[in-house]
Nanobody, 116 residues
Framework: QVQLVESGGGLVQAGGSLRLSCAASGSIYSINAIYWYRQAPGKQRELVATSTSGGTTTYAGSVKGRFTISRDNAKNTVYLQMNSLKPEDTAVYYC??????????WGQGTQVTVSS
């Protein structure tokens, strides 16, 4: 079972950019889907972006056109490039896989704070 570690969060002004990384303990090549979720204070965790092994990417409507998910199979890492950040993007961001979601496993996540 692959372990995932998120990093790259921080404090940024509105309109700025951040790139989050999700480093896997093993190969991600055969993982059929990798997700980025986020959870803001007092809100439910929401799906932000999905990357499939077939190359398909999907996004929540609130981030479409601003966020880009990508995989580097050679580095076993998934990225989330976040541009034109808004205060409402403030949240803890998590990466996950179908298996980890099924098992109810979540990492520590990485905090993103966008100031207005």
């Amino acid at each position: 079972q692959v372990q995932l570690v998120e990093s790259g969060g921080g404090l940024v002004q509105a309109g700025g950019s951040l790139r989050l990384s999700c480093a896997a303990s093993g190969s991600i090549y055969s993982i059929n889907a990798i997700y980025w979720y986020r959870q803001a204070p007092g809100k439910q965790r929401e799906l932000v972006a999905t990357s499939t092994s077939g190359g398909t990417t999907t996004y929540a409507g609130s981030v479409k056109g601003r966020f880009t998910i990508s995989r580097d199979n050679a580095k076993n890492t998934v990225y989330l490039q976040m541009n034109s950040l808004k205060p409402e993007d403030t949240a803890v961001y998590y990466c996950s896989t179908p298996d980890r979601i099924y098992r109810g496993l979540w990492g520590q996540g990485t905090q993103v704070t966008v100031s207005s």
